[in-house]
């Protein structure tokens, strides 16, 4: 069996209907396409993973080395891992944005850079600011960020002269109160 195609019961833990492939009335064997294909790139990198399915937004990464993060410092933590994401449904490609884990806000911690393409195919690298007064330590295997699966919604590009009427119109900046 390839990871590409898993029984929907081995693939499927969040009680949610398997996607069923095949004409109305004709059954088929429900599978269910793996959205996430990791290739692990060093010794102790560890997979993404998802604590609650069905209702976990994102996949947690875990840091592949040790760093100290210097106060006001920003680093560029290891992961160990690349990636390629697709729809389970569609195999549409999809991007990922990485963001702030709520345990590594609330020591002042916070992810600064986030959009992994969905070409991008090398290491993901998470750019972390330790916005505090005093240096903080990320241990080796200690969770440090989430990858949220995104949709890729660009297109074509066209210069007009001018846009559509809307309600907000150019209000910006505090225009719609505190």
Request: with cysteine; net charge positive; proline share 4%.
């Amino acid at each position: 069996m390839t990871l590409e195609a898993l029984p929907a019961a081995v693939a499927d833990r969040s009680g949610a209907k398997p996607f069923r492939a095949g004409k109305r009335g004709q059954r088929r064997s429900a599978t269910i396409r793996v959205m996430l294909r990791v290739k692990l790139l060093e010794p102790g990198a560890r997979l993404p993973e998802v604590a609650h399915p069905g209702e976990d937004l994102g996949y947690d990464l875990f840091a592949l080395e040790g760093v100290v993060l210097a106060a006001h410092g920003t680093a560029r933590v290891r992961t160990g891992i690349a990636v390629e994401a697709r729809h389970p449904e569609t195999g549409e490609a999809l991007g990922l944005l990485v963001r702030d884990r709520s345990s590594m806000a609330a020591r002042g911690i916070a992810t600064t850079g986030g959009v992994i393409d969905a070409g991008y195919r090398g290491e993901i690298l998470v750019v972390m600011t330790n916005v505090g007064d005093a240096e903080q330590e990320l241990r080796a295997g200690e969770k440090i960020a989430q990858m949220i699966p995104v949709p890729v919604l660009t297109g074509a590009v066209q210069a007009v002269e001018c846009l559509e009427e809307s309600a907000r119109a150019a209000k910006g900046f505090g225009s719609s109160g505190r």
